[in-house]
């Protein structure tokens, strides 16, 4: 990956890092990424958090017998031919809240020419050779389950919906299911569904096999199938700045994003809300859901003794 041009690769990085991250990370606060950490971990120890990373995936997959030839449903790619890179599609939550031109206003990075990117959808890893993908780069970022979830709900019928449509198919219907005497407006609108119905409506999709899981709160799992497909990056949000600033030092490219010192981040409350709205639950809802994300968990690395914990 690193025998590629420098300046290059730097930009196909940065590119797939700043796709990826919008495709996938859900925010419901602030995250500041306008500013480097002034104290970055080195690059052998960021190489040892990757190859941690990858190791751990494998073991996993291993350990839980997760690894097949072909996905039990195709697994959505976003290809940029330019860069030569490719991401795993993962349904995008709060629009309006983080802008991806935001990172691209940096001027060397600014595409000034056409560059659509185009969609392949991966029912068994021998696709990428047949569609002429096999040497692109695959990114892959992750989350905290839980603050996934928090966030798909805030998006959707939550303080951050943008599109209605949620609100008024999915919306209406979960509160006609788990709603006592539900209001006329209620039903009319579906503005109005708290987190723990939602939930309710989660876990009992996944209780019916042959229900399918909407993909905004699908497991990472099944949705990029990891244990089959081998990805060149995993990426965290939790961990976001440094995850990029590694591929940067990597190629003695940190110039890329533009350093305000002078500007004092804004602090990240996202972490403690999750956590808070989580807290709304019952034991039993909770055992379930740890049950429904359980496999995420432990192939990413985050803690199933506390799951309530951010990393």
């Keep these: 990956m690193f025998g590629l041009n420098r300046n290059r690769c730097a930009r196909q990085i ?9 495709y996938l990370m859900v925010l419901s606060n602030h995250l500041n990424l306008n500013a480097l950490p002034k104290n ?6 960021m190489e040892k958090i990757q190859l941690e990373r990858k190791n751990l995936l494998k073991q996993k997959c291993s350990e839980l017998k997760l690894k097949s030839k072909t996905s039990p449903r195709p697994v959505r790619f976003k290809i940029e031919d330019r860069h030569r890179v490719m991401y795993c599609e993962i349904p995008k ?5 983080f802008d991806i031109a935001d990172l691209l206003s940096i ?4 595409v000034h020419e056409k560059n659509e990117m185009r969609k392949l959808a991966v029912v068994e890893p021998t696709a990428f050779v047949k569609e002429g993908v096999g040497n692109y780069t695959k990114f892959i970022f992750v989350r905290h389950p839980f603050g996934r979830l928090v966030s798909a709900y805030e998006s959707k019928f939550g303080s951050t919906v943008i599109d209605d449509r949620y609100q008024r198919g999915v919306g209406t219907n979960i509160i006609r299911k788990y709603r006592q005497n539900p209001t006329a407006i209620s039903l009319e609108k579906g503005d109005d569904v708290t987190f723990v119905e939602f939930v309710n409506f989660v876990i009992d999709k996944w209780k019916l096999p042959k229900e399918r ?21 995993i990426g965290k949000v939790e961990t976001l700045e440094q995850d990029v600033s590694f591929l940067l030092q990597k190629l003695n490219e940190t110039d890329l994003i533009p350093s305000f010192q002078e500007k004092q981040k804004a602090p990240n409350t996202t972490q403690s809300v999750w956590r808070q709205t989580m807290k709304q ?3 039993q809802q909770m055992d379930d859901l740890i049950s429904i994300y359980a496999d995420d968990f432990k192939i990413f690395g985050y803690s199933l003794d506390n799951p309530l914990q951010s990393v």
Aim: glycine content about 2%; charged content about 15%.
């Design 281 to 283: 639950l019952s034991q």
């Design 213 to 233: 899981m909407d993909a905004h709160w699908l497991s990472v799992i099944e949705l990029c199938f990891p244990c089959s497909i081998e990805y060149d990056f």
């Design 93 to 97: 939550f709060n629009k309006g809240k």
């Design 107 to 110: 001027p060397r990075l600014k």
């Design 14 to 22: 940065f590119f797939s890092v700043v796709v990826c991250t919008v």
């Design 40 to 45: 970055l971990p080195t690059v052998a120890m």
